[in-house]
Nanobody, 127 residues
């Protein structure tokens, strides 16, 4: 079993930055694929970014490429999402997720690819 706890959300003006953190506990962290998803009001949850510890390799949704950066710290069992140049359309609840199977450099973008989820952290970007 793995527990994921997100933090770092908040209210920011358009053009600003936030860094989300996801602290993992309960199982070996270093070989998991970790990802960030988000869900805006009235919309389905969508993939934002993923980090495969096997490569390492990263993947980003087109909507955040060049603005968001995912990274991990094995010593702290923590994954980060640095979000720059935020836009009002980035407003959502952001969720951290972990795939319990080792898949090398493959990074799934569907919710079904992930076995563990955090409780979410709210990000609100004002215009």
């Amino acid at each position: 079993q793995m527990q994921l706890i997100e933090s770092g959300g908040g209210l920011v003006q358009a053009g600003g930055s936030l860094r989300l953190s996801c602290a993992a506990s309960g199982r070996t962290f270093s070989t998991y694929t970790m990802a960030w998803f988000r869900q805006a009001p009235g919309k389905e949850r969508e993939f934002v970014s993923g980090l495969s510890r096997g490569g390492p390799a990263t993947k980003y949704a087109d909507s955040v490429k060049g603005r968001f950066t995912i990274s991990g710290d094995n010593a702290k069992n923590t994954v980060y999402l640095q979000m720059n140049s935020l836009k009002p359309e980035d407003t959502a609840v952001y969720y951290c997720a972990a795939d319990k199977y080792y898949r090398g450099t493959n990074i799934g973008t569907g919710e079904y690819n992930y076995d563990y989820w955090g409780q979410g952290t709210q990000v609100t970007v004002s215009s």
